[in-house]
């Protein structure tokens, strides 16, 4: 960002004098200090145009960044931060790539019990069981071992994000899903 400003800084100082110069041209009738302004015209397009240079390039970085996918770790350390205990195993995600067309973020994981309490301290939780009936929480997905399953969710956001865990019994496979309604 400094090179631009500074780019950016060179070619106002430029086009600065060469208004200076080419009034004072006029005024004086001078062909030397015509000649002298068109020198510090060119001197500032050359410098706009490192300014314009150095923008795109750093904004084409940034797009590009931006549309990169995510890996299940990354999404995992941005929702709940890094890992205390190494014990965290990614299975299946899906990231929201786009946050207003994209419904929501969808993690399966095995962890460990100590994790899933670091993890459910963030946030307050409501805390339910439900009966495992064998059915994965998502098509396609492995379903969670077990005759039940321990279900903690959070809506915040003035009602417009639902998170929630399904847990297996022992704490140690976990579904989890951040939607926007």
Same mark, same amino acid.
């Given at each position: 960002?400094?090179?631009?400003?500074?780019?950016?800084?060179?070619?106002?100082?430029?086009?600065?004098?060469?208004?200076?110069?080419?009034?004072?041209?006029?005024?004086?009738?001078?062909?030397?200090?015509?000649?002298?302004?068109?020198?510090?015209?060119?001197?500032?397009?050359?410098?706009?145009?490192?300014?314009?240079?150095?923008?795109?390039?750093?904004? !084409?970085?940034?797009?590009? &960044?931006?549309?990169?996918?995510?890996?299940?770790?990354?999404?995992?350390? #941005? $929702?709940? +931060?890094? @890992?205390?205990?190494?014990?965290?195993?990614?299975?299946?995600?899906?990231?929201?790539?786009?946050?207003?067309?994209?419904?929501?973020?969808?993690?399966?994981?095995?962890?460990?019990?100590?994790?899933?309490?670091?993890?459910?301290?963030?946030?307050? !939780?409501?805390?339910?069981? &439900?009966?495992?009936?064998?059915?994965?929480?998502?098509?396609?997905?492995? #379903? $969670?071992? +077990?005759? @039940?399953?321990?279900?903690?969710?959070?809506?915040?956001?003035?009602?417009?994000?639902?998170?929630?865990?399904?847990?297996?019994?022992?704490?140690?496979?976990?579904?989890?899903?951040?939607?926007?309604?």
């Amino acid at each position: 960002m400094t090179e631009i400003y500074f780019w950016g800084k060179i070619s106002v100082a430029f086009f600065t004098l060469f208004l200076v110069a080419l009034i004072l041209s006029m005024a004086k009738r001078q062909l030397k200090i015509i000649y002298f302004s068109l020198i510090l015209f060119l001197g500032g397009l050359c410098s706009g145009a490192f300014a314009i240079y150095h923008f795109i390039s750093k904004s !084409y970085k940034n797009i590009r &960044e931006m549309g990169r996918e995510r890996t299940g770790e990354e999404v995992y350390a #941005a $929702l709940f +931060g890094p @890992s205390v205990i190494a014990c965290v195993e990614i299975i299946h995600y899906q990231d929201q790539i786009i946050p207003q067309i994209d419904d929501g973020i969808r993690l399966f994981c095995h962890t460990c019990p100590e994790e899933m309490q670091r993890v459910l301290a963030l946030e307050p !939780y409501e805390k339910k069981v &439900e009966k495992n009936d064998g059915n994965p929480v998502f098509a396609d997905w492995p #379903a $969670l071992p +077990g005759d @039940s399953l321990l279900v903690f969710s959070n809506t915040s956001f003035d009602g417009q994000r639902l998170r929630c865990f399904y847990l297996s019994p022992d704490s140690t496979k976990v579904y989890y899903t951040d939607l926007l309604d």
